[in-house]
């Protein structure tokens, strides 16, 4: 498939409306999962740490499978995986409102609505691409904001429903308004070119025929005779020699010589197939011997280890509160009278805010995007181990519209792994980090629940929070401050596969 030029508006400007929509509706319900948390909470009675697994197999599902979604965005297109993986997650919330315990709920919530949000993320990231060069952040900072504003209406959404047509009512009308993402699969039209001269062979497509397998029908050896024999009777005829006995021996030789002819030519292909299996299998082991030699090269890089630390203890740490907040306001005896908006839908909302706020920063040049993220990381910690000290609404209001906005650094993200490891090595690293992101979200609202079932309470659990972000940060801290000019000098020295940060002014 040859693809045109990027237009950077056009149609790629519908592909921006139906990608936040679509995000929009994926996201919205497991971001806002915190008050269905309660709901489920009161109806199996199960423990918070059991509970809490739901929303963070949700959540951390879909970073899990970043690899394999890439895999299958790549190999069938943005289209028909956003049309399928609509279906996921339309079919994986009805499922759960038929939920009978919940285990049921980790595998129609968690893994089915989790791996469905994976896939249309990566959808619609990759069309998103596709359609836009110069104006490429711009477009994804648009549809990235999808599911900041999804969590910030779904929130009070989910909770009328849920007051209106009880739990099952809600999860089976969210899940028919997830539907709708698959009009904004059909409008996702790839961007390729019909009048393009056809796309220059493979690899593959370049090996000679003799080392694939034979296809077509060969001439049986009775075909054979009969073409020999018809010609040399032709030959006979011509010179009027007719010889009988001469016929019946030739006959024979022509078989004889036929079947040796055979015989040789299929050896020949087996042998020549199975040499070339062999080439593939040893190019593919090579493939995958340089993947974890580069994956080895990357962590050998001391901001990159520390980052994968960093992100791994802030999603532990960070995610627990847009989850578990509504339950820590009722915990903390707070009149539901008091309650002018749900504080997930501050988060919500102020994630957007934060977003669009840091990647704009990040765009200065004076603005160090690796000491900007340390920044919202240091401060992420510090507002955690403020909850335990919040007894009113406004206060825990302030502290969640505060967690929202720092929450807002992975649009900087990027940008700080982009400087990390260079441009080349972006792809395998982003995906390396978004898998410990995912582990992360996974094990983040688990261990708080957890920490309350042991205390029954969630300072310590905050603390605990808020303490794995501030390490995560620090070390962080410690990898990029070292004096950066000799970090500099140090890179040439270097192998080339080696990378280290350089800070520079317009960094």
Not at 290 to 308: D, G, I
Request: proline share 4%; hydrophobic share 45%; glycine share 10%.
């Amino acid at each position: 498939m040859v693809f045109q030029k990027p237009p950077d508006g056009g149609w790629g400007w519908v592909i921006v409306v139906v990608s936040f929509i679509t995000q929009f509706l994926c996201y919205g319900s497991p971001l806002a999962v915190g008050v269905l948390y309660l709901e489920w909470l009161d109806t199996f009675g199960e423990g918070k740490g059991k509970t809490a697994w739901v929303g963070s197999l949700a959540n951390g599902i879909g970073l899990l499978a970043s690899p394999v979604c890439s895999i299958c965005v790549s190999s069938f297109g943005a289209r028909p995986v956003t049309i399928f993986s609509g279906f996921m997650v339309a079919g994986g919330l009805m499922m759960s409102s038929f939920a009978p315990n919940i285990y049921f709920l980790y595998i129609s919530y968690g893994i089915i609505v989790g791996l469905g949000c994976g896939l249309l993320y990566t959808a619609t990231v990759t069309i998103t691409c596709h359609y836009f060069d110069k104006r490429r952040g711009l477009a994804l900072g648009l549809i990235s904001t999808g599911s900041s504003v999804g969590l910030f209406i779904y929130a009070a959404l989910q909770r009328e429903l849920i007051d209106l047509y009880g739990l099952d009512g809600c999860l089976l009308i969210v899940g028919a308004l997830s539907l709708n993402i698959l009009a904004c699969g059909s409008l996702m039209r790839p961007l390729e070119s019909s009048d393009s001269p056809p796309p220059e062979k493979t690899c593959v497509d370049k090996v000679p025929d003799q080392y694939f397998v034979y296809h077509e029908k060969e001439k049986t050896v009775e075909e054979n005779i009969s073409i020999l024999e018809k010609g040399y009777v032709d030959e006979k005829c011509a010179n009027n020699m007719p010889d009988y006995k001469q016929d019946s021996i030739l006959n024979k030789n022509v078989l004889s010589s036929i079947n040796v002819n055979e015989k040789d030519t299929y050896k020949k292909k087996v042998v020549e197939q199975t040499n070339f299996c062999k080439q593939l299998a040893k190019r593919k082991w090579q493939l995958y011997l340089n993947y974890w030699e580069e994956t080895v090269v990357l962590f050998k890089n001391k901001v990159f280890s520390a980052l994968f630390v960093a992100i791994l203890l802030f999603d532990i740490g960070g995610f627990p509160p847009s989850l578990l907040m509504e339950d820590v306001a009722r915990s903390a005896h707070i009149n539901e009278d008091d309650y002018r908006m749900p504080l997930i839908s501050i988060i919500g909302i102020m994630t957007a805010v934060g977003k669009l706020t840091l990647g704009i920063l990040a765009d200065f040049k004076w603005v160090n995007t690796l000491y900007l993220y340390v920044t919202t990381l240091l401060m992420t910690g510090v507002a955690l181990f403020a909850i335990p000290f919040a007894k009113s609404y406004l206060t825990l209001a302030m502290l969640s519209g505060t967690l929202g906005f720092l929450t807002g650094n992975w649009s900087i993200f990027p940008y700080v792994t982009t400087k990390t490891v260079g441009i080349e090595k972006l792809t395998h690293a982003y995906g390396i980090l978004m898998f410990f992101a995912g582990l992360g979200n996974s094990l983040g609202p688990p261990i708080v629940g957890w920490f309350y079932d042991w205390t029954q309470e969630y300072n310590t659990a905050f603390y605990f929070s808020g303490f794995c972000v501030l390490l995560g940060g620090f070390l962080l801290l410690l990898a990029a401050l070292p004096c950066w000019n000799a970090c500099t000098n140090q890179s040439s020295k270097l192998p080339p596969n080696a990378y280290s940060y350089k800070v520079a002014s317009s960094a």
